[in-house]
């Protein structure tokens, strides 16, 4: 069973910063890897979808990279600002148990401090 | 291109009443899937539909939980009876086919409080 953990649980930093969210996963038979962004009170936004022929994709000051033979992903954010407070998601995709459906960390809690 | 719409967006029951909650997905998705959010952890997948027939229910609650998606667009998913175990987000989102290489576009989910 596909299971993900992301580290840290919690983080917060002064603005302007630039900070890593990691994630790990079990299973390296994934099809891809999706980071969120989820506000209080919101639903998911997608931010990065990396393919698992992919090393990276990057959107802006975010970029994210996969190993997916060591099953880890980080989440680099450049130049953090007080908008970027939210919580980060990491989601794989694999076809485990029937379902073509992600597997959802814990996620981390980001604060930036003005 | 309008998003996922769920409703109602905030719901409060007593614990062994029944709730339902509605979701329209983005036009044209074929795939849809209900997630359970229970508060500080990350979204379980409860079911996925492809068009109107189910790909898995593996982790849906049967003994009180129900989803359906007639005519392969708007689903409903219904608790009867709630337990207070059940209070969470329930999460709709769809994807045009199957999720492999596609994005996973979410609604804004329905809060549920069971007291």
């Known amino acids: 069973k596909q299971e993900v953990t992301q580290i840290p649980a919690a983080l917060s930093v002064p603005e302007g910063e630039n900070l890593v969210l990691n994630c790990s996963f079990t299973?390296?038979?994934?099809?891809?890897l999706q980071w969120f962004r989820q506000d209080p009170g919101k639903g998911l936004t997608s931010l990065l979808l990396?393919?698992?022929?992919?090393r990276e994709q990057t959107s802006g000051r975010l970029n994210a990279s996969l190993d997916k033979s060591s099953g880890r992903s980080t989440l680099y954010i450049a130049a953090s600002q007080p908008g970027d407070s939210a919580t980060y998601l990491c989601?794989?995709?694999?076809?485990?148990?029937?379902?073509?459906?992600?597997?959802f960390g814990k996620g981390t809690h980001l604060i930036i401090q003005p | 291109e309008a998003g996922v719409a769920q409703s109602p967006r905030y719901k409060i029951i007593e614990k062994r009443q029944s709730v339902a909650f509605w979701c329209n997905p983005i036009s044209g998705h074929a795939t849809l899937y209900w997630y359970q959010q229970i508060l500080g952890q990350g979204p379980k997948l409860l079911i996925q539909f492809q068009n109107n027939g189910v790909v898995d229910d593996s982790q849906l609650p049967k003994d009180r939980f129900s989803a359906e998606r007639l005519k392969g667009v708007d689903s409903t998913l219904k608790i009867q009876p709630a337990k207070l175990e059940d209070s969470a987000v329930y999460l709709c989102?769809?994807?045009?086919?199957?999720?492999?290489?596609?994005?996973?576009?979410f609604g804004e989910g329905s809060w549920l409080t069971v007291v």
């Open positions: 299973d390296s038979a994934i099809y891809n």
């Open positions: 989102a769809s994807t045009s086919q199957g999720g492999i290489g596609n994005t996973i576009y």
């Open positions: 990396i393919q698992s022929s992919q």
């Open positions: 989601a794989v995709f694999d076809s485990g148990g029937g379902a073509d459906g992600l597997t």
